[in-house]
């Protein structure tokens, strides 16, 4: 079997604190899941319009201690940049853009509002509480830019034929 040590020796009684592998890993599961949860938690709260969600609603609606998600997490805002990537992580697939450029306009115009109508439903919560932050946060904000930057690239090259025919003072 396996040991490892947790925390060191311990002074009040000179003996090492030992750990099986599989003790470990189950605390570390456990900490993911808690940790999931509290991200989940945000979002859900986001969804209900509360954009700025304390760490006791946190808590609450995550059924973690409030001393977990401070243990998890140094301040609000890392908490609220860690919920926005992991929701960022689950609505990419959404942003994919099928056989991008290939077709009749009239195609390449369904496919790509379809995409984008279903990427903005999703995303819609965390967006506004996103363009909250953003103010106070340079982080959220560079997300913000890369993403802007991402979609207009896709849109470009969905209609680079459409947009080239146009004069350059008119191009978006």
Known sequence: MAFQTTHGD???NGTT??????EVDGRTARKDRNRVAVLDAVLELFTEDNLMPSPDEVAQRSGVSLRSVYRYFADIDALLRAAIDRHLERVQPLAHVEAIGQG???DRLERFLDSRLRLYEAV????????LR???SEVIRDQLEASRVHLRSQMTAQFATELEALPPKVRI
Request: charged share 15%; aromatic share 4%.
């Open 17 to 22: 604190n030992l750990a099986t592998s599989s």
């Open 134 to 136: 953003a103010a106070t």
């Open 10 to 12: 311990d002074a009040s």
């Open 104 to 106: 009749p306009f009239e």
């Open 124 to 131: 819609a919560p965390t967006a506004r509480a996103s363009r």
